[in-house]
């Protein structure tokens, strides 16, 4: 007897699922069922409707007579599992995801979802294995390629494996799934695991003497972690800084001598790419001056006739001391294909921005502290940034909440269809761009001072594909005039470098609909006391905070024991020119507590929803285990006491304003 419908009728019937008609697919099955009473099939599809509908209990009777009738049949496992963490029964999805996996040892899916549950447990080591074996199993699996990301923020290796680089080296190629400055503390961990790295970085003054330039450089082309990082974030590792200004110095010195040019010129570039990235925060000393201005004037003349492919390497060379795009001659070497990637980073996308600056709205800036920042960020955009994590399901706003665990009335937020959603103070747009991903059909209007800053937000999106977003040129201080009201509001980082902070919240608060929420970022005054101690030396140094300055005062911390300065080159801040200006020389800088938070929100009749670091909440739960404590600024305010660098970042959370 034929236990199965026909094909016609499992297509059918398929569509009608995938056209999310479930109430049809469900009544359609049923009354097949009388004639197919142990078709898998539609037990299967019957299972997944119910699911669907969030009708949980038939989904699992479903999933549970599919065992019945075949125990062997994985997927039925799986979608138990699936449910089970719907409904966090943790154990149980376990449970049957190693049972889907001991059936089915390619379901790269379980293992994923393993990891998941793992990574929970904050059995770090556990789900990366998972996420791995997933990966192995199916290498263009962004989801787990993703989670292994995810995971390596908090994670360190024990050990090098080639399998593990091979992964390392997808991720960090991957657009959209990772911010690389979030695991960059872990990948410089995972590269001193390799003795032979180690043994390059710890000992320039032998590796002088053992190794000429053209096998040097072949050595360290074998770093490919290294090597791909260095064209995406800035390397925050003294000793590895420290070798990069060797490696810079050492090419630029034998140019001539240099046999394997294809080799060198390929570390150059990278080299070149880290030094645009970190704004050129690395010293330069007499010799390479002097070693530059020979090339310089050599390729000015060249510049008359044509500059050849075999100026490459001196091209890159410069482009590791300046940007091209500020040489008379940037035009003349855009069909230069061995360096296009170079003259893309570094001539083709600053034109793009100042196009793009000519096309915002904007509107003078009147206030005096505002135009300081203002002139602050137009010299130095801030961060210069590569690589975002987007996300790829965006969700209706009152589901992302709640994934978040905040409080906050829910009755009008439901109901939301379309958002209009403020990022006030957007930057180069990192934080915007994600956030343009983030809620189901929202518009996102993003202002900020500088327009240099969003003309590389704008250059960013259009590079990613963002639609949903606006970019304008403003001060929060004349939000009072602007006509539109938003029901997301998000600020970070950026009151506590206005004038008056308060002021600048109230403008976000009028602004802001009834029920809807705001996120805020703010300096804790508790985390950031060594800053404080650090400005106020800066203060009566009473130096002039130009790039030349603040990069030999950055010289002087990185020889410092001072307990402050050892902190301060902990920052990831410490290695770039925009972010080290915005750390210790911002023109601008109050600093909070909870308290004064508390009380400005019970004032504006603002409800605290809740902190959004995970890694700081699952830090207070240990100690705080009612759920109506995370939601106590009080006990947040002891927490915090006892924890001084809990907030090193900010203060970031979120709170809803009330009738």
Known sequence: MNNEPS??????????????????????????????????FLFNLLGASYNEMANHNEAIKCFNKIIDINPNFADAYYNLAVINKKLDQQEDAESNYIKSI????????????LGNIYKDKKNTKLAIKNYLKSLEINPNYTIALQNFGICLQSFKFTKVSKDVEKIIIKLLNQNKILRPVDIIDSLIHYLYLNPRFTKFIKNIDIIEKKYNLDNLVKEILNFEILISLLAITPITD??????????RFKILSNISSVKNKSNTLKLMKAIAKQCFIN?????????????????ESRILVNSEKNIEKKSSLEIACLAAYKPLNLYSWADKIINLNDISDLVKQQISEPKIELEYKKTFKSKDIKNSISLEVKNQYEKNPYPRWIKVALNNNPKNPIDYFNNLNLDFYSNKIKNWDYIDVLVAGCGTGQHAITTATKYKNSQVTAIDLSSNSLSYAKRKAEELEIKNIEFIQLDILDLINFKKKFEIIECIGVLHH??????????????LKTDGLMSIGLYSMIAREHIK???NNIKKLDFKKNEKNIKNYREQIIFSNNKDEILIKESSDFYSLSNLTDLLFHVQEHQFNIPQIKNFL?????????FEN??????????YTNKKDLYDLGLWNDFEKKNRRIFAGMYQFWCQKLK
């Not at 499992?10 to 142990?38: C, G």
């Not at 003294?238 to 490696?247: C, P, V, W």
């Not at 995970?614 to 830090?619: G, Q, S, V």
């Open 7 to 40: 094909k016609e009728l499992r297509i059918k019937l398929i569509n009608e699922f995938n056209s999310r008609k479930y109430s049809d697919v469900i009544k359609n099955i049923i009354n097949l069922q009388k004639k197919f009473s142990k078709s898998i």
């Open 102 to 113: 001991r059936i089915n040892p390619k379901k790269f899916e379980a293992y994923n979802n």
């Open 238 to 247: 003294l000793k590895i800084e420290k070798f990069l200004q060797y490696l």
């Open 279 to 295: 704004e050129y925060i690395y010293p330069v000393k007499k010799d390479e001056e002097n070693k530059l201005k020979e090339i």
């Open 498 to 511: 206005m004038e008056d902070p308060y002021r600048g919240w109230i403008n976000l608060y009028k602004i």
């Open 533 to 535: 101690r650090i400005r």
């Open 602 to 610: 019970v004032k504006h009749n603002l409800k605290f929803s809740g």
């Open 614 to 623: 995970r890694e700081i909440l699952n830090l207070f739960k240990e100690k």
